[in-house]
């Protein structure tokens, strides 16, 4: 794994987390930081399940992440619509590689989420949110728009309440965003630990190619296939799983009354 400036990505127990590392700025990201994250989610596309089985994504110091940093929002201000097209589209990518990664992803904010860094944690499996973090989608309120994170935005909690989140560009708290359905859950300190360390119990105690697999048939019927496509892609998915060597631990081990393999060393 390659050195990174502003960013941190360490594995502990198969659990892989990416810290955004810009703390004195509350790490505002600026195109050094989308492409370090870009760059380390193809890193983890190459990892296996031995290796891997959890990334984390999360925020150091006060902040989760405070959305684009000033400075290179102005110095963006004077590129060309060429230039700016490229760098915006670089900022999708930097959110499809979260949405696509095999891995389970798990966000925990604290502090604040604001602008594009709800793209970023819309963009996980999971979001656990402090439940005093701020957050808002504040674009309109500098005569731009949550363009690049929309998708993922509304994914997660629906047409009308983006129109909501994003037309009043209003800030609201953990337990407002755990209603909106943008977190999952929203808790205390002490609590929110807690939940992470369940969250990743079941993660682990699952198989990790079906957990891989589903995710990816998830996003293929969500983003890829109509609905013919989805009987037929479906039905051969399953018939291939349960031929697995994975698919035929899980269903022996059910019937023998035992834990699967790839719990033992958990």
């Not at 994504?57 to 400075?71: M, Q, T």
């Not at 966000?107 to 819309?122: D, F, M, Q, T």
């Not at 129109?163 to 002490?190: I, P, V």
């Amino acid at each position: 794994m390659k050195e990174f400036q502003t960013i941190e990505f360490n594995i502990e127990n198969q659990i892989g987390t990416i810290t955004l590392n810009r703390p004195d700025i509350h790490n505002a990201f600026n195109e050094v930081m989308i492409g370090e994250i870009i760059d380390c989610f193809e890193e983890v596309e190459k990892m296996d399940y031995e290796t891997l089985r959890v990334v984390i994504l999360k925020g150091k110091g006060k902040s989760f992440c405070a959305g684009a940093d000033l400075k290179w929002m102005k110095g963006v201000a004077n590129y060309s619509y060429e230039e700016n097209y490229v760098e915006s589209y670089k900022l999708s990518m930097c959110f499809n590689a979260v949405y696509a990664c095999k891995f389970p992803t798990i966000a925990v904010v604290h502090g604040a989420a604001i602008g594009g860094a709800n793209g970023l944690l819309a963009a996980c499996d999971f979001v656990l949110a402090h439940k005093n973090t701020v957050f808002s989608l504040s674009e309109v309120k500098i005569g731009i728009v949550p363009a690049c994170i929309s998708p993922y935005v509304m994914k997660r909690v629906g047409e009308y309440k983006s129109k909501e989140l994003m037309l009043t560009g209003m800030r609201f708290d953990g337990k407002e965003a755990k209603q909106a359905g943008l977190a999952n859950w929203s808790f205390g300190e002490k609590k929110l630990k807690s939940k992470l360390e369940d969250l990743i119990s079941k993660l682990k105690s699952s198989g990790p190619i079906a957990v891989s697999t589903c995710k990816q048939l998830l996003y293929d019927v969500e983003n890829v296939w109509n609905h013919e496509e989805a009987m037929k892609n479906t039905a051969k998915m399953i018939a291939e799983l349960r031929q697995s060597d994975e698919g035929q631990e899980g269903m022996s081990s059910f019937l023998e009354k035992r834990k699967p393999n790839w719990t033992l060393d958990n």
